[in-house]
């Protein structure tokens, strides 16, 4: 019996409800026919069909149809009239059937029967009555029968005699209805004749009935054909499935309209699986070209017929031709154009797309059933897109698919992550891929919202910032397209990374952040209520983050938006008030740096065009006023202080960097700093200062010849001495002069100079006289009178010398872009400036080893390191004098300073503010780091030497573009007379000296930014590195930005490349040295050396930057790389990447040749390594590479090279490592060193060095002996191991090779008799240990199967390594005998291995039915020189269980092998140790010369 739940009685018929998404209009139609059909067989079947109708029954007239039909039970009636049944249907049938059974004339009574019935059926009104449910006559409690009465077709049809004729008179019926409309009532007659073929009890003929069935759908119309075709399984039976599937299949060849409901009938069939396979491939090359509505049923199909073999290839075959967005894309484009339609077109255009979304949506569905409870689906999936290895290759629906089975299953997200953190760090899927993924899908994916943030968190916490960005843009997409709900659970997440305390998840989630406020500021105000939570975690945030978080909420409290509520306002105003009235100096540094972000938002200029442009101009009008406001309050805050004043100086001039403020602020801004600064640091040449200072005061570092009627002087040393020197030594001023300190003038010429060229479009010739006007100061140059000065006076001359140093660098950095000669020409005497006052640093400060400069990096990176002197500044009182008239003013820079500048003179406060004990001790740190980097700097003569490297913080940063000096080459100065004629010319040019310092700087910025440190967890209870201190205004630019502008700066670089290199290749050519001094400098030689390294350095760093591998980066790396390569030949088409990179590789390598130091070729070498990464085809360069390195190991280097360097044991050790990884053959590389090299070195004096490898002395031959046993065990472990079904040639290779591993190991081995240092006999315990290991693994099953065709290959390869296992056991008592623990830790372990070696050779000999060549003896302990160890001979009985280990015992027979096996010529000695309480058995080989 067929399942009752699908079965669905219409009165006499029986209806299959089959709805399908693929025919909606059809179907929608055939359900209203059928719904009336069910209004008439849910009408109560009452008393009143027990009356008569007898006016309306059928006459007999001499009708055997009739009449057996009424003595049987059923009464016909005429008209509209059901048929009446009076007794139950069981019973009519069996009364019926008896009846014809038993009349005279069967069976001819049968065809009359029939014929009856054909007559009776001419009749439309007939026929419809005798398709229709037949009416009960006897009461509701009598029937025992079904609730429903058949219609009499389908009772003629359940009686096997009457059933193959009434069938075919049925089929023959069917034509004459196939064409004609539904009737009044709604009744379609063809489907109301084939449902009365569904569901029968038995089928008498169904080979006919398939084939009638079948003929019937060829010739029905479409509309028809989808109804029949649906109907099959219900009326055919199970044995004619196979048929009717290849009837279908062909029909599904011809008519592509079928495909839905044929495909709707495959799943109801017992077919052949082999068979749905071919109907799948069908199906799916038809995928491409199918309507939408038709996508789900068809993608359910398939996914339906996937089995375990096949599931990989479909699903493959079915995500690369199922294209979702060849639907969705029309239709917004058609949803956009409508907008500007009416709204009639709108609403139709509407209906279409919404019903193509539900479409989508439901083939989604589908596919989220299958791999929901298929798992071979999903798997399946994850591997077809695991696989694709092009980039173009990968499509939105692979991202979306991910996604989707991200959040199906809590067993696949581990695995999902791992397949999309794969993919994004080969690029396969960038942010343009996502993008499109959620403007396609994102109907689907707004309801797995939760996952995708999930996955977001999850990715957040990577270590990768490529993974981190995609995790952003999960967060910025699913804001965009999701709804209000989403959105909150968005800024919700992104607020909980801000308050994570992982630097990288704080950075990246602000980013996003302000992304999302450009977005959609409309939505992120609503959630403004989240973002303001982070107010209460910005006590450990960086600047940039402070600065970032104030950004938003700013935007967000002044976005003009009519009726927007000011209660975010209000809460900003509060907190930064708060905050700038602190005591505690974080905080009120805080308060700056919001205060000054706020006031450039609300002071941005807004001159865009708009609609309403008065409005806007009111606006800003009124924000004008509060802008000046805030700004005066936060001056009022930090004027007592120097460090906040420095603070608010560098925060406001880093805005304006920024920010285009609206003309009317920065007019006001502009003339406020340009005063202030005139006022307080600028005075006049001819007003000499007075008073009574330590040291003359002069004018000093003028570019220009001054009168004495003219000119300017910045007033350094008095207002020095006015901050910090007791006040009565000072001769009292005008009281309205004002005052400021030193510390500020650097930050505060940084501000004036940025608000002089924001006005004024670049051009900075309204202060250009503060480029070349002297200072007040004293003789800086120490000479003869350094030794002579107490503390207390060189302290002074540091301060002096440090402010002054920071003054230049901010002059440097203003000036640097200027295009006039003459500027130019000025920036660079005060780059000389710069280098000379360094020198002068480096002297003063080696003689004041305990002396803190002020600091020059105000923020809260280093707010810790500043000592707090309580309120000694800002209480101090301070004389205002007259100063006379100034011609020419000055820009600022962001800098702050200690306030301990004389440690003498400076005493402690009183009071500690919040915070001062950590702050003491880090002030205590910096201290001992300063007197460090003096104490660790005493030359060995007595000679002190000072790095400024320690010194970094306490130097004004030097901005990016300062770099552009290097594009400087000859500059023509010109010298004017009184009346501006040109007096002289003076040539400027680029020294190597100054070189080196701006290639220094760059150097350092480019390795703090290009190579970060990994991103750590971070506690807010702890306080950041210092690594990010002095490179503040380096970090507020992007990456990418810095790496365009080192773009740029690659051609003048290439140039002085190539210039130091000309300079030693004309050394060379001229047989010069360093020690030839009457002819060459050799402070010359080592700044130019110095510059050459710090060339390739700079190079090294930035194109090993990882950016690169981003797609978004590619430009910039072909940018680059087209710069090298255009230094050998100019090339106007665009250049593949490969092709590139290998040109740029023939330039640099060119290089080679005139190396002046080891240390610049180890960084050639790894610049050609970073190259070498961007190609596709590495191998092709190695040999190269391994060459370049030999070169240089081989290379004689200048005398004291090595005493000059201090990492040049790391040096070697690196180059020997890219020697030996890069060569062709690292075993004979090996036993060139080791066999030839090392000889050499044990022959040659003390002091001397190998002749084949000059870098191989006594000193450094730990280095070459530790990286050749690594490198070797490294080789050999990664050996396949051989296998039995390699071929005979593969053996023989392998074999070979372990042969030549063997032998290089016992070469290396035996060389610890001659070197038994410690250093060399650790390395041979642990790589000793290490290769034995490697051989079980890797070489041993080789043996297994190569003994028998190679038995004395494998006997001589045993013996070797027999002999060297020896020496490690011998090396294992002279650890003991020593008892040196760090020796002895390594012991166990290598026991263990070498007595799993003895016994993995027995199996091997077993295996190979070579047992008696196997036996074992006692080895003796011997020590290094194979001297037995006489007190542990066995002789002594009373060994303690501590001596146990080094002792034998008796497991084995004591007696030597004095004999060999006749048959494999091997015996294994082995001997028995016990040790810490537990058995090591070190059973070892031994041969016939056994000791």
Known sequence: MPPPLLLTTIGDSSFHCSFNVTDSSRTHQNFLSERLVLEIMKQPLSKLAKKSHGSHEVEENGSVFVRLLKTSG???????????????????????????????????????????????IEDCDSLRNCLLSCERVQDEEASTGAFYSKSLIKLLLGIDILQPAIIKMLFEKVPQFLFENESSDGINMSRLIINQLKWLDRIVDSKDLTTQMMQLINVAPVNLQHDFIISLPEILGDSQHDNVGKE????????????????????????????????????????????????????????????????????????????????????????????????????????????????????????????????????????????????????ALDVAMLLIIYSTSTQTKKGIEKVLRNKIQSGCIQEQLLDSTFSTHYLVLKDICPSILLLAQTLFHSQDQ??????????????????????????????????????????????????????????????????????DYLENMSPQQIRKIFCILSTLAFSQQPGTSNHIQDEMYLVIRKQLSSTVFKYKLIGI???????????????????????????????????????????????????????????????????????KALEWVGQTIFNDFQDAFVVDFCAIPEGDFPFPVKALYGLEEYSSQDGIVINLLPLFFREFADISQVTSQDPSQKSMSPLCLASHFRLLRLCVARQHNGNLDEIDGLLDCPLWLPDLEPGEKLESM??????????????????????????????????????????????????????????????????????????????????????????????????????????????????????????????????????????????????????????TFVSLQSYRAFFRELDIEVFSILHSGLVTKFILDTEMHTEATEVVQLGPAELLFLLEDLSQKLENILTPSFAKRMCFLKNKGSRNIGFSHLHQRSVQDVVHCVVQLLTPMCNHLENIHNYFQSLSAENLSVDDKPRVKAQEHLTMSSCYQKLLQIFHTFFAWKGFTHHSNH????????????????????????????????????????????????????????????????????????????????????????EKNTNFNDHLHDLLCIYLEHTDNVLKAIEEIAGVGVPELVNAPKDGSSSTFPTLTRHTFIIFFRVMMAELEKTVRGLQAGTATDSQQVHEKKLLYWNMAVRDFSILINLMKVFDS?????????????????????????????????????????????????????????????????LTKHVPLLKKSLELLVCRVKAMLVLNNCREAFWLGTLKNRDLQGEEIISQCPSSPESTSEDSEDSVTSHVSRNRATELSAQAGLVLDGEDEASDGHKDEDDEESDDSSD
Not at 478 to 495: H, N
Not at 1170 to 1190: F, N
Request: overall charge neutral.
């Open 1318 to 1382: 410690y250093p060399v006999l650790h390395v041979c315990l642990k790589y000793g240990r290490h290769f034995v290991e490697a051989f079980l693994k890797q070489c041993m099953p080789l043996l297994d199967f190569s003994f028998r065709k190679h038995r004395e290959d494998v006997l001589s390869l045993l013996e070797t390594l027999q002999l060297n296992t020896r020496l490690l056991h011998h090396l294992c008592g002279h650890s003991k005998i020593h008892q040196d623990t760090r």
């Open 466 to 535: 490529r993974i981190i960005l995609f995790g952003s843009l999960l967060y910025k997409y699913a804001f965009k397209f999701f709804d209000t709900y989403c959105q909150q659970e968005v800024v919700g997440a992104l607020v909980t990374h801000i308050c994570s305390g992982n630097e990288a998840e704080v950075d990246t989630a602000l980013d996003v952040l302000l992304e999302l406020i450009v977005l959609n500021p409309s939505a992120m105000r609503l959630n403004a209520v989240f973002v303001k939570g982070i107010l």
């Open 74 to 120: 059923l009464t016909l009636k005429t008209g509209e009239n059901q048929n009446q049944l009076g007794v139950d249907q069981i019973i009519f049938q069996r009364k019926l059937f008896q009846a014809l059974r038993k009349h005279p004339s069967y069976p001819k009574v049968i065809e009359e029967f029939v014929n009856g019935l054909e007559s009776y």
């Open 593 to 663: 740096i919001g205060a000054v972000t706020m006031a450039g938002v609300m002071a941005e200029d807004r001159s865009v065009p708009s609609n309403s442009t008065q409005r806007g101009t009111d606006l800003s009008n009124e924000w004008c006023s509060q802008v000046t406001s805030l700004l005066q309050l936060v001056h009022s805050c930090t004027e007592h202080s120097p460090w906040a004043s420095s603070l608010y100086y560098d925060e406001f001039a880093n805005l304006i960097e920024e920010r285009k403020l609206a003309p």
């Open 1115 to 1202: 430009h910039l790396l072909h940018s680059a790389l087209e710069v090298l390569t255009s230094r050998l030949k100019q090339t106007e088409q665009k250049q593949p990447l490969e092709e590139l990179v290998s040109q740029s590789f023939t330039y640099l390598q060119n290089f080679h040749h005139y190396i002046p130091s080891f240390q610049c070729g180890l960084y050639l070498l790894r610049l050609l390594m970073a190259l070498l990464e961007k190609s596709a085809v590495p191998t092709q360069k190695k040999e190269k590479l391994a060459s370049l390195a030999k070169q240089l190991l081989c290379r004689a280097w200048p005398h004291g090279e090595r």
């Open 790 to 943: 107490s503390a207390k006076e060189r302290s002074l001359m540091c301060s002096l010398t440090f402010l002054t140093f920071n003054w230049f660098r901010e002059v440097v950095n203003a000036f640097c872009q200027q295009t006039s000669p003459e500027m130019k020409g000025k920036v660079l005497s005060r780059l000389k400036d710069l280098v000379e006052l360094q020198e002068i640093l480096e002297k003063y400060l080696a003689v004041t080893p305990d002396y803190v400069p002020p600091f020059a990096n105000v923020d809260l990176a280093t707010l810790d390191m500043i000592p707090w002197n309580g309120s000694a500044v800002s209480t101090k009182n301070r004389n205002k004098g007259k100063m006379g008239a100034r011609k020419q003013k000055a820009d600022s820079s962001k800098a702050a300073s200690t306030e301990a500048l004389l440690a003498e003179d400076t005493s402690e406060c009183d009071t500690v503010p919040t915070g001062r004990s950590q702050g003491d001790k880090v002030w205590e740190y910096v201290t001992e780091v300063c007197a460090c980097s003096v104490r660790e700097s005493t030359a060995k003569e007595g000679k």
């Open 248 to 395: 279908l299949s062909e029909l599904l060849i011809q008519n592509t309209s079928l495909t839905v409901p044929i495909l709707d009938v495959f799943s109801s069939l017992r077919l052949d699986p082999k068979f749905l396979s071919e109907i799948c491939q069908l199906v799916m090359g038809k995928l491409s070209s199918v309507r939408l509505e038709d996508l789900p049923v068809i993608v359910k199909f398939i996914l339906h017929s996937v089995t375990d073999t096949t599931s990989l290839e479909v699903i493959s075959e079915l995500r690369e031709k199922l294209n979702v967005q060849h639907f969705i894309l029309p239709s917004r484009v058609q949803a956009s154009q409508s907008k500007l339609k009416s709204k009639g077109l709108a609403s139709s255009s509407g209906n279409q797309e919404n019903s193509d979304k539900d479409c989508i949506v439901l083939v989604f569905d589908v596919i989220k059933s299958a791999i929901r409870y298929e798992k071979t689906i999903s798997e399946a999936w994850i591997k077809a897109i695991e696989r694709i290895e092009s980039v173009p290759e990968h499509k």
